[in-house]
């Protein structure tokens, strides 16, 4: 296809968002994404994740199931606006499966009986093609079908080799390091949620003890920090409650910022 300045199209109004949420066990991600506009539940972890109810496909017990749930999403009438899927890192085995059943399709005489035993990483690199085909599904439904997605996922701490400075820990995406790159290089937002704590330091006798202290005051972070990563393309505020209310009226008022400045 020939291109050509006559091809250029000005994108000035935000698709619906396409959303990592991860944090510790029971923060309320799924309350969170529950939340959203008409949302339907692709469930991986086989629970009743919002504590309200929601219209879910039957658990997922291989990739195809996913995959066959947003086909279903895609080619059939319906009102939902919203795609959840929970979660990644529940999500990852079904990845790993399919990938070790299409090498093992591929290559009978040298099949794998874990995603390791490809040797040298070269399985979890294989893993990123079926990676790329669950990410094309949700572009698919985002820009055709104008569906939000949130994908929820669980919180790790590991250590982080910076170039800058010495290795220390944070929270990051229970993910495969090679699918977490990937998993946030594709998404609109990747957002770490959690409980504010602060730190207080007390003399007892000859020592000096730290405690972490907080009133249960649940925050969501959309900027990274040493401490966790995080990101948005929407100029969000640093930090937010946790609640999807907080969240759509911070993006419309960041749209709505944006529109102004233009007009100016």
Do not use: C
Request: hydrophobic letters at 40%.
């Amino acid at each position: 296809m020939a291109i050509s300045l006559s091809s250029l199209n000005r994108l000035s109004v935000p698709k619906p968002p396409r959303i990592v949420i991860y944090g510790p066990h029971g923060i309320g991600k799924n309350s969170f994404a529950g939340s959203a506009p008409r949302p339907v539940l692709i469930n991986i972890e086989d629970g009743h994740p919002t504590g309200q109810p929601i219209d879910a496909f039957p658990k997922a017990e291989g990739f195809q199931d996913v995959m066959d749930a947003m086909a279903a999403l895609y080619a059939e009438k319906h009102d939902f606006e919203t795609l959840v899927v929970d979660s990644l890192d529940w999500l990852e085995p079904l990845v790993w499966a399919e990938t070790i059943r299409r090498n093992n399709a591929a290559n009978p005489s040298k099949p794998w009986a874990s995603i390791e035993d490809a040797g040298y990483g070269r399985g979890f690199v294989a893993t990123l093609d079926v990676w790329r085909e669950y990410l094309d599904a949700i572009n698919a439904l985002r820009n055709d079908k104008g569906m939000a997605v949130i994908q929820t996922a669980h919180a790790e701490v590991k250590r982080f080799d910076s170039p800058e400075t010495e290795p220390f820990d944070r929270y990051q995406i229970k993910l495969h390091k090679l699918a977490s790159a990937l998993v946030q290089e594709h998404a609109d937002m990747v957002l770490f949620a959690n409980f504010k704590t602060s730190v207080t330091r007390t003399d007892v006798g000859m020592k000096k003890v730290v405690r972490g202290v907080g009133a249960g005051t649940r925050a969501l972070y959309t900027e990274e920090r040493p401490a966790f990563l995080a990101k948005n393309r929407h100029n969000l505020p640093a930090e937010l409650p946790l609640s999807w209310e907080a969240l759509a009226s911070a993006m419309a008022a960041s749209s709505e910022a944006a529109r102004t400045s233009e007009a100016a």
